[in-house]
Nanobody, 120 residues
Framework: QVQVVESGGGSVQAGGSLRLSCSVS????????MGWYRQAPGKQRELVAL??????RYGDSVKGRFTISRDNAKNTMYLQMDNLKPDDTDTYYC???????????????WGQGTQVTVSS
């Protein structure tokens, strides 16, 4: 079984910073991509940042302010969020996909979500 654990959410004033972490554990043979998504009540889930072996991709609203990184040895992904704005207030979800074994049985898993609140 593959599990995802998120941490690092919280409350901060506008202009402040937070760092989110997402760790993948269990039967993991290879992780292909890891990403952060966010969703406010009544809205669609949107991409915040994605990291693969080929590089990174960011949502337009966070470019230049957020940085995604990954520690492959720890199967852990980080999201450094700087110059936070009230519009960044959302529940942030970690997603990871890859293979559980050498037979390429795949997994695609979501975390429970971590709340980020930015006050003006």
């Amino acid at each position: 079984q593959v599990q995802v654990v998120e941490s690092g959410g919280g409350s901060v004033q506008a202009g402040g910073s937070l760092r989110l972490s997402c760790s993948v554990s269990g039967s993991v043979f290879r992780i292909n991509s890891m990403g952060w998504y966010r969703q406010a009540p009544g809205k669609q889930r949107e991409l915040v940042a994605l990291i693969t072996d080929a590089g990174t991709r960011y949502g337009d609203s966070v470019k230049g302010r957020f940085t995604i990184s990954r520690d492959n040895a720890k199967n852990t992904m980080y999201l450094q969020m700087d110059n936070l704005k009230p519009d960044d207030t959302d529940t942030y979800y970690c997603n990871a996909d890859g293979f559980r074994d050498a037979d390429y049985n795949s997994f695609d898993i979501w975390g429970q979500g971590t709340q980020v609140t930015v006050s003006s």
